[in-house]
């Protein structure tokens, strides 16, 4: 059974005399010991979503469950107000007092729940254990790094041991280097205490590196939901494929189908990919294609069936990679690639028909 259910959830903010949708219908399962995403861009919902399973917001329809104790239901009359849900949050702002020690910013979750002060001295130094701070108990909150500061509010989160642990947001404030850190601090911790977590990024790398499972959100909707290496190499729908990583797409019409091949007719002439569901014969379709598997050459290939020719509009190294940007017609290509090519250079683009992603068009 799931530990974190979400049935139909819905809510609507009133700003004045207008009615503002945020979240519509929401079902979402969290597995018991595991991490679920709600992936998507601001507005999405996804915060709302989350403020909504901790208690901070009230929705307007829906079911909200841990370990099938209903902790709202609009049909039932349910509402467990935030402080009875035994839920760890995290959230964007670090929310540390300045005035407070890392000790006494950990310890205050126990505090207010009156334990005594052996036990909270223990609790504490286990979470600060836990999260790398251990020997930092009386260092001002002021005079901790982003990264040590990010490290106290988890702990503090931890520290009253939760059912269930709520992220929104935690690492956008982290530079890159340290926010890759403490991604992976925080993926080994969460897989150590086995805590069902429920995490809320814009970020598609946090995504994809933190989650056994990956919701992706747009417009207080759920589009679509899987396993990270699913989503990204097998979308369902075209918002997930442009939004989980970078991608290059080409409308056609799907045409006939050669046993497990299928023919889509572009603009740009015929291309061929893996038979689909999603496209039977005479429907538009669009084909998708990850920047790493185009192939650039100066000479045509003759070994491969999906052959585009075009121009480079951008070249850029990246020092890992070569990012280049090549016109085939109204579609521009984007590939990885170790050559640096020069601007308005002519190549050939191949891809291998097991590497175009077939998605419906929806206009």
Known sequence: MPAIKVVNLSKTYRVGRQAVPAVHGVTLDVPDGKIVTLLGPSGCGKSTTLRCIAGLERPDEGEIFFDQRPLFSRARGVAVPPEQRNVGMVFQSYAIWP???????VAYPLQVRRLPAKQIAERVREALALVGLSGLEDRPGPYLSGGQQQRVVLARALVYRPEVLLLDEPLS???????EQVREELHALQRRLHITTLYVTHDQLEALGLSDVVAVMHAGRIVEMGSPPDLYARPAHPFTASFLGEIS??????????????????????LYALRSDRAGAGKPVVAGVRPEHVRLSRDRPRDQMNVLEGTVVSSLFEGTRVKCRVAVGDVTL????????????????????KHLILLPDLG
């Open 334 to 353: 984007l590939a990885y690639g170790d050559e640096v090519f020069a601007l308005d250079e002519r190549l050939y683009a191949a891809i291998e028909s």
């Open 99 to 105: 005035h407070l020690t890392v000790f006494q910013n």
């Open 249 to 270: 797409f080409i409308r056609g019409t799907a045409a006939s189908a050669d046993g497990e091949v299928v023919k889509i007719l572009t603009a740009h002439g015929p």
């Open 173 to 179: 404030n982290l530079d890159a280097k340290v926010r």
